[in-house]
């Protein structure tokens, strides 16, 4: 994607007021502490599995940098699944989080949209067969 293509496109998805999918790296400010932190989750997550969460003050671009962690984990080839704690989850109900979960998982193959049933008939075939 080209350098003009790339700004139409954030400059689209800012007004209709959701983060980009691409090109989200160039709006991050102030953050090079935290990306690193989270490049070192990736080198880890790449060897095992990985849950972290996100915490910090009301204000400080929690749901922004959440996204922006969705997208390059996407990028990277993880399976994702990006939940908001919220009130509509019962935290302290473990099978309300986990339903949670597995509702909102994605990859990049499916274009980042949630099917959790399409990632296990995936998982299920063969190794030689996934990619037909």
Not at 32 to 51: D, G, L, P, Y
Not at 76 to 105: C, T, W
Request: glycine share 4%; aromatic share 12%.
């Amino acid at each position: 994607m080209d350098h003009r293509m790339e700004a139409e496109f954030i400059l689209n998805a800012l007004k209709t007021g959701v983060a980009p999918l691409h090109g989200i790296n160039r709006l991050l400010v102030d953050r090079e502490k935290a990306v690193a932190a989270i490049n070192e989750v990736f080198q880890t997550a790449e060897r095992n599995s990985h849950v972290f969460f996100i915490a910090d003050f009301f204000g400080n671009g929690k749901t922004f940098f959440s996204h922006y962690v969705f997208v390059e984990a996407l990028k990277r080839n993880f399976l994702v699944s990006k939940v908001v704690l919220d009130r509509g989850i019962n935290f302290h109900l473990f099978p309300h989080i986990y339903r949670a979960l597995m509702e909102q998982m994605t990859c990049q193959t499916l274009n980042f949209q949630p099917n959790f049933a399409f990632i296990l008939g995936r998982s299920s075939m063969p190794a030689n067969t996934a990619s037909r």
